[in-house]
T-cell receptor
Framework: DAGVIQSPRHEVTEMGQEVTLRCKPISGHDYLFWYRQTMMRGLELLIYFNNNVPIDDSGMPEDRFSAKMPNASFSTLKIQPSEPRDSAVYFC?????????????FGEGSRLTVL | GENVEQHPSTLSVQEGDSAVIKCTYSDSASNYFPWYKQELGKGPQLIIDIRSNVGEKKDQRIAVTLNKTAKHFSLHITETQPEDSAVYFCAASGSILTGGGNKLTFGTGTQLKVEL
């Protein structure tokens, strides 16, 4: 299996521009998570999906952030408009099992720099 | 919600020595405690986990201990090697009963450096 695939790996954009990050989870995994990693705040859960349905988006920082999962093999995280404080590494992760168990498989991340 | 604290933030050991990383959590209902290793430029990867009905778990050079009464858990790496150098994260999963079953809260990470 190729693992969780994220694109782009690096994105540099200017403040005010729209940013779209993409994720392909591992086939057969029915949970998908978006995390943000910064030096100051560590790894923060933004949103997660179960069977393509958003379950908890309480970690999404504000209305500028949105996430979709149109099918089991694709998800996007969009920031519009972007701001310098959005600069971070964004990780997508997927897993199979429900509840408190189950290994999270992370992608290699998308490093976003907003100038 | 759950709050996980991790110490130390950096740890430097000599090759062959042991390394210990400690975490505390706040939600007494948490019952799943994984540890992830993150190498430079990569995503975190699970190395070991423990559930609240177990006090200790070992996998080769890695072991994790859990003290539910004190709400803390620790990662122990013995006979450290240069390839153990990475950032290590502890995490805790909240209770399904309060809707936290799928939400891992991560500690702030420990940068481990194993020196030759």
């Amino acid at each position: 299996d190729a693992g969780v695939i994220q694109s782009p790996r690096h994105e540099v954009t200017e403040m005010g521009q729209e940013v779209t990050l993409r994720c392909k989870p591992i086939s057969g995994h029915d949970y998908l998570f978006w995390y943000r990693q910064t030096m100051m705040r560590g790894l923060e859960l933004l949103i997660y999906f179960n069977n393509n349905v958003p379950i908890d988006d309480s970690g999404m920082p504000e209305d500028r952030f949105s996430a979709k999962m149109p099918n089991a093999s694709f998800s996007t995280l969009k920031i519009q408009p972007s701001e310098p404080r959005d600069s971070a590494v964004y990780f997508c992760a997927s897993r199979r099992l429900a509840g408190d168990t189950g290994e999270l498989f992370f992608g290699e991340g998308s490093r976003l720099t907003v100038l | 919600g759950e709050n996980v604290e991790q110490h130390p933030s950096t740890l430097s050991v000599q090759e062959g020595d042991s390394a210990v990383i400690k975490c505390t959590y706040s939600d007494s209902a948490s019952n799943y405690f994984p540890w992830y290793k993150q190498e430079l430029g990569k995503g975190p990867q699970l190395i070991i986990d423990i559930r609240s009905n177990v006090g200790e778990k070992k996998d080769q050079r890695i072991a994790v201990t859990l003290n539910k009464t004190a709400k803390h858990f620790s990662l122990h790496i013995t006979e450290t090697q240069p390839e153990d150098s990475a950032v290590y994260f502890c995490a805790a999963s909240g209770s399904i009963l309060t809707g936290g079953g799928n939400k891992l809260t991560f500690g702030t990470g420990t940068q481990l450096k194993v020196e030759l």
